[in-house]
């Protein structure tokens, strides 16, 4: 048991790429469902088109890298804007079960043969990371002693803990705002803001075209990360990974996204390898009869699960949030 | 109709020569209603042919459970659409207009299941209030243009709790009140954004006597401050003691007009709460006729109670 490379390995992933996507998603997550009380069930969505959308203008029709970003990120406000006007004057449960069936529509829809000489079905889009890695200032492994990264990661990672942390400015400085009160207030209660002469249609679509945005830049680097956007990327499961992620850091709180991601990265590897190694070599520590090291594999998400329930249970507002507030509900 | 004074008795002095008669005109109504009409399937929850309400007066709408008091307040401020019907408010059509657009043009109603914003502090909840914010816009929000109106707005709202009773409890959650300190928020909320016409529904529902004291003493400040008021009420002597003007609904109809002491020996009101054979000897079939309407006046009364107001009715 070589519990060094277990702790570098688990930091590695916390503090990686990956960490830096659900951290964003998260923070999108944040802005509908902390603040605004809006249950998005449909982040990947935005990620897919976001991320597809950025690949496909440079693979497929030969954008520039920049150009494409921009293009990606006026396909999300489109899709929010299709999204919204139908469903955000209906109760909060018809958005979730919208945004989860179109998150799964545009998954199905970008992967399809129909549309392979776009976004190239099932394998998905390549090639289109070129530009950003030829960007790359880094060309040496970066070591940091007890973890280290390959020049692309670490390029990658770099950038998207700047952005993480633009957005997490952007995010404090508009909910500390009148609007950001505005979008509490919908939360709480939204005929009571509507009464008060608010648009509260205006100010929820705002929500769910800021939300969306995250989840796009979410997707931009999804894309980069693996250099590679395909639909596995983009199914249910991440805007589940993405939820778990705020409700470990805790909801309407600026940086519980943050926080959230890198714990939930670093445990998910945690056990991940902890596991890997108790079942590996020609005498494990973990007895063959108990466990296997196909069954190790599923180790670390049925802990992670349980972890979610007990978080619930007992620490239902999350690493930064106030029992006193939330004890308010229960009133 | 033209607005001349809004000074605190001429409301009131200018109702004396009304006729008391349902749909009577006023001298200078604030709001007008025609025709308005609220169906829900088969049931006609609101049928009202024509209603004014005095500008400067306070005027309490009244009915049995189920009179379709509350649904016309809705229908009003724009929180629910008629099948039919044209009411104005200052002369300016309202059909269609949203309720967000219907509260800025100056009519705020508060809701008889208080609506407080439980995760924000009394001091938020009061400056969420005030309209025309420059910060409440996208942009404004995130440059933080807002700083100095924020500071007005603070002001105005601390002044406010002051009155109402409530500064102490400035930076507590709105969630932790009492039934009574929620009317009390709900009230000086509305009061932020300056209403020409504030529209209380129950306001005294669940309150204790306390605190009634003091909410009717508030609910007369308004009108003498120059607004006109509008309240759904059941406690017959809050309407009374305060009410200029009484309309009378019953089985979404208006039945009864007047001051609060004709109206109340109106045959018409005494039959839409106690049924019209009331004071006939019981013979067999209106005995039965009784027990029947006592059994829908339980049913319409279970589902008009209020699951938030019997956990905090009684706490203030």
């Known amino acids: 048991m070589d519990w060094g490379s277990v702790f570098s390995q688990a930091l590695q992933s916390g503090l990686g790429p990956t960490a830096v996507v659900y951290a964003l998603a998260a923070i999108g997550l944040n802005v509908n469902f902390g603040y605004t009380g809006l249950l998005n069930f449909g982040e990947a969505g935005f990620m897919a088109i976001g991320g597809y959308f950025m690949a496909a203008f440079i693979t497929t029709w030969g954008l520039p890298f920049w150009l494409a970003i921009a293009a990606g990120l006026f396909f999300t406000v489109i899709l929010a804007l299709l999204l919204g006007i139908p469903t955000l004057r209906l109760r909060a449960d018809y958005l979730a079960i919208v945004t989860i069936a179109a998150s799964e529509i545009i998954r199905f829809t970008l992967g399809s043969v129909t549309l392979l000489d776009w976004f190239g079905g099932q394998d998905g889009l390549i090639h289109f990371a070129t530009p950003f890695a030829n960007a790359n200032p880094f060309h040496a492994t970066i070591d940091l002693g007890i973890v280290s990264w390959r020049p692309y990661d670490f390029w990658v990672l770099f950038l998207g803990w700047i952005v993480v942390a633009v957005g997490c400015v952007f995010v404090w400085l508009l909910m500390r705002s009148p609007w950001g009160r505005v979008m509490k207030g919908i939360r709480e209660d939204e005929d009571a803001v509507r009464s008060l002469g608010k648009n509260v249609y205006l100010f929820k679509m705002q929500s769910l075209i800021i939300g969306g945005l995250f989840g796009a830049v979410a997707g931009f680097f999804v894309a980069l990360q693996h250099q590679n956007m395909n639909p596995t990327w983009v199914a249910t499961d991440t805007t589940f990974f993405a939820y778990t992620v705020l409700l470990l850091g805790g909801a309407a709180r600026v940086l519980g996204p943050v926080v959230g991601s890198i714990i939930f990265w670093f445990l998910i590897q945690f056990l991940d390898v902890m596991f890997g190694q108790m079942t590996s070599g020609s005498d494990p520590i973990m007895p063959t009869w108990l466990m296997d090291t196909d069954q190790a594999s599923l180790m670390r998400l049925i802990i992670m699960g349980l972890a979610l329930m007990l978080l619930m249970i007992y620490r239902p507002q999350g690493i930064f949030g106030d029992r006193k507030e939330l004890a308010i509900d229960a009133r | ?316």
């Open chain 2, 1 to 316: 109709m033209p607005a001349e004074t809004t000074s605190p008795a001429s409301g009131r002095t200018a109702l004396a020569d009304v006729p008391h008669e349902p749909g009577a005109p006023k001298p200078d109504p604030i709001v007008v209603a025609d025709n308005v009409v609220r169906r829900f399937g088969g049931l006609t929850a609101v049928d009202v042919a024509h209603v004014e309400i005095q500008r400067g007066a306070i005027t309490a709408l009244i009915g049995p459970n189920g009179a379709g008091k509350t649904t016309f307040f809705n229908l009003l401020t724009g929180f629910d659409k008629p099948q039919s019907g044209e009411w104005s408010f200052n002369g300016r059509p309202l059909a269609n207009v949203p309720a967000y657009r219907v509260a800025r043009m100056g009519m705020i109603r508060t809701f008889q299941l208080t609506k407080v914003l439980a995760k924000l502090s009394l001091i938020e909840n009061m400056r969420l209030g005030a309209t025309e914010q420059r910060g409440e816009r996208f942009l404004g929000g995130l440059l933080g243009v807002w700083r100095g109106q924020e500071a007005e707005i603070t002001e105005k709202a601390d002044a406010l709790l002051e009155r109402f009773l409530l500064a102490k409890l400035r930076d507590d959650f709105a969630g932790t009140l009492s039934g009574g300190q929620r009317k009390l928020l709900e009230m000086a909320r509305a009061l932020m954004a300056d209403p020409e016409l504030v529209m209380l529904d129950e306001p005294m529902a669940g309150v204790n006597p306390a605190l009634k004291q003091s909410l009717l003493g508030h609910v007369k400040s308004l009108r003498d401050e120059g607004r006109s008021v509008l309240f759904v009420e059941h406690d017959m002597d809050m309407v009374r003691d305060i009410s200029d003007w009484v309309i009378v609904m019953a089985q979404g109809q208006v039945v009864a007009e007047g001051p609060p002491d004709s109206v109340m020996s109106d045959q018409r009101v005494i039959d839409a709460y106690l049924g019209s054979h009331h004071d006939q000897d019981l013979s067999e079939d209106v005995v039965e006729a009784i027990h029947e309407a006592a059994a829908e006046e339980v049913d319409a009364t279970a589902a008009d109670a209020d699951p938030e107001q019997t956990t905090h009715g009684e706490q203030s």
